[in-house]
């Protein structure tokens, strides 16, 4: 899938095409309004992210450009202006998704998979895992036929966020932004996730042993998907 | 004691010395006022006798060298003497003096004249009795105080009424200018309607004072929204940069473990700058109140959300709130996490197998909550304290917060006009009641 990253700061688009790439999406970067706007007129892109606080242009007149010309596209914006009518104006000029920085790489491909089931119909949203299978659409665990009801909506969220970052490590610190970053509160370092797994693990374990999720020492947790 | 009072206490007293002395001076006064008046009457009455004198002849009064007199019969009040004089030298006075009349010894006030009428000498005296005088002297001194009393008294209502109405604008700019202010102001400045010049002066300098403060906390809380939106973009940078590094396959454990505690420590700033932005937001007046907040189902979201929690410390949750009664006006995302931190605080600040309660109820049109727990408590010295911001007093059983929940409920509940009083025993727990100022809304 094609990507335009539009961001003046170079060391976060650095950061973010490596993440990308990395995730098999092909990614064009421009630092500045003036060549997003020409790039968004001729180009055709999956994704758009937009971050606001462009030193050349409104990145709201940007978001319309794109909707004009890339009418496929889904723009998500990205802003460390996180003014609360910045969002609403965004989400009303038809943006599919906000993201305030500083935001989690893994969070941003987060929003973007789910944008693809919701607006490109990714066919296949049942995923095996092990002797289970995951239905992304309808959110819930599967063994066999039979819905894990015990299963509650954080821990089916948890489970989710790791399968779409398979195979890789994810610490208590991504786990926690995935899963309450949208409360403010106080706590910075909280070992709730551990309380999750275990619950997770329990009540999988009455089905069958979820092997597949994988406690690594010291740093966090991890899905293993093999294939 | 009050500026109207006191003036008035003034005034009063003022008048009364003025009346003692006028009271005090009264007699004498018009004992000066009757004897000049007996004066002049007992000269108007010389001259008449001399007159007749004069046109009648000296022997129409004095026959066979026998003096003449005449007095009013009964009450000898008054008494003319003509007779011959046998001194030489002039006589012409009026003096207080006893006279004997008809065995009864009477002051009288007497003119004495002597004249000559050819080569004989003619003394003249004409008396009033003191008593006389004086018996006028009574009633004019009581009419006297009398209006007196009446003119002073009316003043002093006078004054009272008056000055009532002058300090009214005081106690106005009082009330509506420093009672109860809140910064920052929602209202704009209304000019207190006065007359007096000072009170106008008064009022312009708690406005210009006003306006300076109001300045002051603007500048502070666009410090802090600047600030902590500078913040994020760098903070945004050094996370993907870990984040990318983690995931890389080539680093060994160890620097895994590194990059790990950076996270955690990058994660602390991003929260306390995150929560500092929105205190600022919502003290900016950045969000909307147009949600209509079900309080019931919104603690069900909270307990959702922090049922985790509970688990963890077995803690036992008890919420009974009316289920159908919406409040309007509100916001819910700020509602959620004034909830949020209050509920995560009793979780917090409980022992293990504590216990919350959550009450509400709504009488007699105001709704209130009130979040009790069995937690450690706060002490009587830090009670005041608790909702500054990273003030941290009791050290949490586990320390991982950073003395900001409390500074956001506090924000939140400002925002919406919530009233919190908290109560706390240490070691018995806390209460924290929060009255809504809205009545809520039964839903259809």
């Not at chain 2, 000296?58 to 003319?80: D, R």
């Amino acid at each position: 899938m094609n990507v335009l990253i539009v961001e003046d700061e170079k060391a976060l688009t650095t950061e973010m095409e490596l993440f990308l790439s990395g995730n098999s999406y092909l990614c064009e970067v421009c630092y500045n309004g003036a060549t997003a706007s020409e790039k968004i007129a001729t180009n055709l892109y999956d994704f758009i992210l937009i971050d606001l606080g462009l030193p050349d242009y409104d990145g709201l007149d940007l978001l319309k450009e794109a909707k004009k010309y890339n009418p496929e596209a889904a723009c998500i914006i990205l802003t460390a202006r996180a003014e609360v009518d910045d969002r609403i104006k965004g989400l009303d000029l038809g943006a599919d998704d906000y993201l305030p920085k500083p935001f989690s790489l893994l969070e941003l491909q987060s929003r973007m998979q789910a944008i693809t089931r919701r607006k490109f119909g990714l066919k296949n949203s049942v995923v095996p895992l092990g002797e289970f299978n995951i239905d992304l659409t309808n959110r819930a665990i599967l063994y066999r036929e039979t819905v894990v009801s015990a299963i509650t909506k954080k821990e089916f969220d948890l489970v989710a966020y790791m399968l779409l970052h398979k195979n890789r490590t994810l610490t208590r610190s991504q786990l926690s932004e995935h899963i309450w970053g949208s409360v403010v509160n106080d706590d910075y370092d909280s070992n709730y996730i551990d309380a999750h797994i275990k619950n997770i693990r329990k009540k999988l374990n009455v089905y069958a042993s979820p092997d597949w999720l994988e406690t690594v020492r010291g740093l966090g947790y991890r899905v293993n998907v093999n294939n | 004691m009050k500026l109207g009072t006191k003036l008035t206490l003034f005034n009063t007293i003022s008048k009364l010395v003025i009346v003692v002395l006028f009271v005090l001076l009264l007699p004498v006064l018009i004992r000066d006022i009757n004897r000049n008046y007996t004066d002049n009457w007992l000269r108007r009455q010389q001259d008449k006798v001399l007159r007749q004198v004069h046109t009648q002849g000296i022997q129409t009064f004095i026959k066979n060298g026998e003096g003449y007199g005449s007095y009013n019969a009964l009450l000898k009040e008054e008494y003319v003497s003509l007779d011959i004089d046998s001194a030489n030298d002039q006589i012409d006075t009026i003096l207080n003096e006893r006279r004997l009349v008809e065995g009864d010894t009477i002051q009288y006030r007497i003119l004495s004249r002597n004249f000559k009428v050819g080569n004989q000498n003619y003394l003249l005296e004409i008396g009033r009795s003191i008593d006389t005088i004086n018996e006028t002297t009574t009633p004019l001194q009581n009419i006297a105080f009398e209006i007196l009393l009446g003119m002073v008294l009316l003043t002093i209502l006078a004054d009272q009424v008056y000055s009532t109405y002058i300090l009214r604008p005081l106690g106005r700019i009082i009330r509506t200018k420093l009672i109860g202010q809140k910064f920052p102001m929602r209202t704009p400045y209304r000019k207190v309607h006065t007359s007096t010049s000072d009170f106008e002066y008064l009022d312009i300098s708690i406005h210009k004072m006003i306006q300076t403060i109001e300045s002051t906390f603007q500048k502070e809380r666009e410090f802090i929204s600047n600030a902590s939106h500078e913040l994020m973009t760098p903070i945004s940078i050094l996370q993907s940069k870990i984040e990318n590094m983690f995931g890389r396959e080539d680093i060994t454990d160890d620097v895994k473990e590194r990059l790990l505690e950076m996270q955690r420590i990058l994660n602390r700033l991003k929260s306390i700058t995150k929560t500092l932005l929105l205190i600022s937001q919502i003290e900016n007046e950045q969000f909307l109140k147009e949600d209509k907040v079900n309080i019931a189902e919104l603690l069900g979201e909270v307990y959702d959300e922090i049922s985790i929690r509970l688990q963890q410390k077995n803690i036992q949750c008890n919420i009974n709130v009316p289920p159908d009664l919406e409040l309007p006006n509100a916001n819910k995302f700020l509602l959620f996490n004034l909830f949020f931190n209050l509920i995560n605080n009793a979780i917090k600040y409980n022992h293990e197998n504590g216990e919350i309660t959550i009450n509400g109820s709504a009488e007699d049109k105001l709704y209130t909550v009130v979040i009790t727990d069995t937690g450690i408590g706060i002490s009587p010295e830090q009670l005041p304290h608790i909702f500054n911001r990273f003030k941290k007093f009791t050290k949490s059983l586990q320390q991982d917060s950073f003395g900001l929940g409390l500074p956001i409920v506090k924000s939140i509940a400002d925002f919406h006009n919530i009233r919190i009083e908290v109560q706390s025993e240490p070691g018995k727990g806390s209460t924290f009641k929060l009255f809504f100022p809205t009545e809520p809304v039964k839903k259809k």
